[in-house]
């Protein structure tokens, strides 16, 4: 079983600057993808970012530019530097790890979410 905690959310003015953090822990072989997911009110979930282990990395239109992601293979962390936000930021945002655990199971977790508020 892979756990996975997010850290780093809260609220923010506009313009402002975030860090989120998320720690993978668990029967981990390997991890092939991290990533950020964001949900709004109302809406959908969709990607933010993620990357592979070997550092190829896709964002989502909105936020190209403004954040950027970034993982520690080697203790299973990843990271979204948030830049620039605005209040259409404003959402709970996931942590999702896909990879093989040492059964050589594949796992596809998610993390409990961490809110994100961008309001003056």
């Known amino acids: 079983q892979v756990q996975l905690v997010e850290s780093g959310g809260g609220l923010v003015q506009p313009g402002g600057s975030l860090r989120l953090s998320c720690a993978a822990s668990?029967?981990?072989?390997?991890?092939?993808?991290m990533g950020w997911y964001r949900q709004a009110p109302g809406k959908q979930r969709e990607l933010v970012a993620d990357i592979t282990s070997g550092g190829s990395i896709n964002y989502g239109d909105s936020v190209k530019g403004r954040f950027t992601i970034f993982r520690d293979n080697a203790n299973n962390m990843v990271y979204l530097q948030m830049r620039s936000l605005k209040p259409e930021d404003t959402a709970v945002y996931y942590c999702?790890?896909?990879?093989?655990?040492?059964?050589?199971?594949?796992?596809?977790?998610w993390g409990q979410g961490t809110p994100v508020t961008v309001s003056s």
């Open positions: 668990g029967s981990i072989f390997s991890i092939n993808i």
């Open positions: 999702n790890a896909k990879g093989s655990s040492y059964g050589r199971q594949r796992f596809d977790a």
